[in-house]
């Protein structure tokens, strides 16, 4: 079973930077495709970024297109997500998620981690 470890979430002032990890276990790190979701309360999880086995590829959501990246190290066995520029409306719990597939989009998200909340204030 895939484990997916998030940290690096808290709060930070608008315009500042987070970088959030996702370190997972339980398979072959390079057999998965690696992703972000995010929830705001009151809304529903939507997607945010993903990335190939390879890192090869990444997807951005329109939102935070140009402001976060998502990359990954398949030595450490870890996703990032690498957040800047950020604004109020990105305060969120934000949940790694895994798809055990070396193909590209669309990716059918298999594992969720617990989430980490980023709370971006004015």
């Known amino acids: 079973q895939v484990q997916l470890v998030e940290s690096g979430g808290g709060s930070v002032q608008s315009g500042g930077s987070l970088r959030l990890s996702c370190a997972a276990s339980?398979?072959?790190?390079?057999?998965?495709?690696m992703g972000w979701f995010r929830q705001s309360p009151g809304k529903e999880r939507v997607f945010v970024a993903a990335?190939?086995?390879?890192?090869?590829?990444?997807y951005l959501s329109d939102s935070v297109r140009g402001r976060f990246t998502i990359s990954r190290d398949n030595v450490k066995n870890t996703a990032y997500l690498q957040m800047s520029a950020l604004k109020r409306e990105d305060t969120a719990v934000y949940y790694c998620?895994?798809?055990?597939?070396?193909?590209?989009?669309?990716?059918?998200?298999?594992?969720w981690g617990q989430g980490t909340q980023v709370t971006v204030s004015s």
């Open positions: 339980g398979r072959t790190f390079s057999d998965l495709a």
């Open positions: 998620v895994a798809a055990p597939t070396k193909l590209g989009s669309p990716f059918y998200w298999q594992h």
């Open positions: 990335v190939t086995w390879n890192g090869d590829h990444t």
